[in-house]
């Protein structure tokens, strides 16, 4: 139904050859009287493609990963550390909430990763994203918040169809 967007000056590191900016976006959806969020993010990049009678817009967004990208963690654990302990502080590194974190903390305390220990140095994200997958799970950021879900699986939850069939604006 709309997009919606507003330029602000960001607080982060400028880019090379001009302004930083954050470009909030809005997409929502639904029926007459009852439309939905569909997403509310930062715009990374757009392009817009022609073809025939079709336009298509594309965009690159992010939900709050802004600051998650460029954090960097520098920190030992003991052996016997568990995959679920380093993830907690990692999303700590990258000022994120914990999410669904719980829903899947038997499996990542089960994970055999840390039982010798670890240092980890480097980006919080990336050292997230690589413990995940180790787990056979994957991450991804939401309105701040992180969110795991199982390899190549959805998130739980209620799907909706959403068609112009259906009274759809």
Same mark, same amino acid.
């Not at 298509?56 to 939900?63: K, M, P, R």
């Not at 993830?87 to 914990?98: F, I, P, R, V």
């Not at 089960?110 to 799970?137: E, I, R």
């Not at 190549?152 to 009274?167: C, E, F, K, M, R």
């Given at each position: &139904?709309?997009?919606?967007?507003?330029?602000?000056?960001?607080?982060?590191?400028?880019?090379?050859?001009?302004?930083?900016?954050?470009?909030?976006? &809005?997409? =929502?959806?639904?029926?007459?009287?009852?439309t939905s969020t569909?997403?509310?993010?930062?715009?990374?990049?757009?392009?817009? @493609?022609?073809?025939?009678?079709?336009? =298509?817009?594309?965009?690159?967004?992010?939900?709050?990963?802004?600051?998650?990208?460029?954090?960097? @963690?520098?920190?030992?654990?003991?052996?016997?550390?568990?995959?679920?302990?380093?993830?907690k502080q990692l999303? &700590?590194?990258?000022?994120?909430?914990?999410?669904?974190?719980?829903?899947?903390?038997?499996?990542?305390?089960?994970?055999?990763?840390?039982?010798?220990?670890?240092?980890? &140095?480097?980006?919080?994200?990336?050292?997230?994203?690589?413990?995940?997958?180790?787990?056979?799970?994957?991450?991804? @950021?939401?309105?701040?918040?992180?969110?795991?879900?199982?390899l190549g699986q959805?998130?739980?939850?209620?799907?909706?169809?959403?068609?112009?069939?259906?009274?759809?604006?």
């Amino acid at each position: &139904k709309a997009i919606e967007s507003a330029a602000q000056p960001s607080p982060g590191p400028a880019q090379p050859g001009g302004t930083n900016t954050i470009v909030p976006v &809005k997409i =929502v959806a639904g029926y007459v009287g009852a439309t939905s969020t569909l997403f509310l993010g930062e715009m990374r990049s757009a392009q817009t @493609m022609t073809d025939g009678a079709d336009t =298509v817009t594309e965009l690159q967004t992010g939900d709050g990963d802004a600051a998650a990208i460029m954090s960097r @963690m520098s920190a030992s654990f003991g052996a016997g550390s568990s995959a679920y302990s380093v993830a907690k502080q990692l999303l &700590k590194a990258m000022g994120l909430g914990s999410g669904n974190i719980e829903s899947f903390a038997a499996i990542l305390r089960a994970s055999p990763l840390y039982q010798h220990g670890a240092v980890l &140095k480097g980006n919080a994200l990336a050292m997230l994203n690589d413990l995940a997958a180790s787990c056979a799970l994957e991450v991804s @950021m939401q309105q701040g918040v992180a969110q795991f879900a199982s390899l190549g699986q959805p998130v739980g939850g209620s799907a909706y169809l959403l068609s112009s069939d259906t009274g759809l604006i």
